[in-house]
Each structure stands twice: as C-alpha cells, then as structure tokens.
C-alpha cells in the first residue's frame, strides 16, 4: 500500500501563478485534510472533506479551494500564488471524520516568488 | 482564544534517560488528544491517542497522560535513544469535530 500520495514533492511558482497540488489515498478512508506547515511551527488545517462530496474550511482558507474528486482524491488549488503562501503542504487522511489517527502524506515544499 | 502550547521549542537529553514532553492547552474542551512524531522532510506520523477519560495510555516504551483539570499532557519516552530525536507534535480535537489543532512542536534531540 503506497498510503497518502502527493504531487509534486517540489515546486516553485511565480507571483499570480496558479496550480493544483494532488493528493490521493489507498486506504478507503472517508476523511482528508489539507494542511500548510511555515518554519518552526504545527500544522494550520486549510479545508478537509469529512465524506466524499463534502468540504469545510479549516484555520486558514483564504486563498485556496479544494475538490474532493472522489473517495481517493483530494486536490488543493492557488488560483494566484502569493509569497506568503510559501510553504510545505502536507494532505492527510483517516478512517472517520473524528476519534481516529491520521495518515500523513510526504508534503509538498512550495516557493512562490 | 484557543491556545495549545508545547512548552520546550527543544529538549535535550541523554541517552538513556526519559524524556518528558509537555502540552498545555486553553481554552478547549478536547475529546481526545493525540501524539505524532515528525521527522526533517516527512510528514506526520501517529504514535499514540488518548481520551478525555483515559487518564493514561502505553505503548512499548511510550507513556501518554492527560490531565483535563491542569488541562495537559505528558508524553514521555523511556529509555531514550537517538533514534528518538525527531520534533513531536501534539493534537487536539473536539467531540464530533472533525478537525485536529495543532501545536507547534518540542524537538527532542536525543545524545550517545
């Protein structure tokens, strides 16, 4: 089982560019989450889809959409890429929408300048 | 506001000694809380959930407690090793929440 997998591991993006991070998960899990790690801090939650069809913003939603494609698939969009949204991005999944652990994907490093 | 603090941005000890990492908590009335370890470059890695009516719960040489009167946490690893050196972090959740908050992370870096 490859778990949570996200494209691309690396990017930088110019200012006002936009693009899609990827995240898939094998385990049939209901729930995931999008999170942005900055330098010496936790993990800020951006949206999460407790089900299939579903999505709720998190702390920090500005900025970002999501779609939850389908029960595997869940895709972080920048419409227009800010340099405070240089970051690592980390996708997680879990069994129930509460009272269960989550699967961490590997992150994606983004640099927008 | 709500406020979780994991007191120690670093701790370091020797090996062989226990490490005892802290999380404190304002402001929530968490269900339960859980423990990840983190190491350079990767993503998250779950260890250990306790709740709110578990006072204690082991795991090999990994002890979580959680007091919801002082409202925190003790994560302690006996035995340490340096393999143990990485950043733990912990997470609070509410009761049918659906989303854990974060705190920032203490280091352990773990000496021979």
């Known amino acids: 089982n490859a778990g949570v997998t996200q494209t691309p591991k690396f990017q930088v993006l110019k200012t006002g560019q936009s693009m899609t991070l990827q995240c898939a998960q094998d385990m049939n899990h209901n729930s995931m989450y999008w999170y942005r790690q900055d330098p010496g801090m936790g993990l800020r939650l951006i949206y999460y889809?407790?089900?299939?069809?579903?999505?709720d913003k998190g702390e920090v939603p500005n900025g970002y959409n999501v779609s939850r494609l389908n029960k595997r698939e869940f895709s972080l969009r920048l419409e227009s890429a800010a340099p405070s949204q240089t970051s690592v991005y980390f996708c997680?999944?879990?069994?129930?929408?509460?009272?269960?652990?989550?699967?961490f994907g590997q992150g994606t490093r983004l640099t927008v300048v | 506001s709500q406020k979780i603090e994991q007191n120690s941005e670093a701790l370091n000890i020797q090996e062989g000694k226990t490490a005892t990492l802290t999380c404190n908590y304002t402001n929530y009335s968490p269900a339960y809380l859980q423990w990840y370890r983190q190491d350079p470059g990767r993503g998250p890695v779950f260890l250990l959930l306790?709740?709110?009516?578990?006072k204690e719960k082991r795991k090999e040489r990994l002890k979580v407690t959680f007091d919801t009167t002082l409202k925190q946490s003790l994560f302690h690893i006996t035995a340490s090793q340096p393999a143990d050196s990485a950043t733990y972090l912990c997470?609070?959740?509410?009761?049918?929440?659906?989303?854990?908050?974060f705190g920032d992370g203490t280091t352990l870096t773990v000496k021979p």
């Open positions: 889809s407790a089900s299939e069809g579903t999505t």
């Open positions: 997470a609070l959740e509410h009761t049918n929440a659906g989303k854990s908050t």
């Open positions: 997680a999944s879990r069994p129930e929408i509460w009272g269960t652990e989550a699967f």
């Open positions: 306790i709740r709110e009516n578990e």
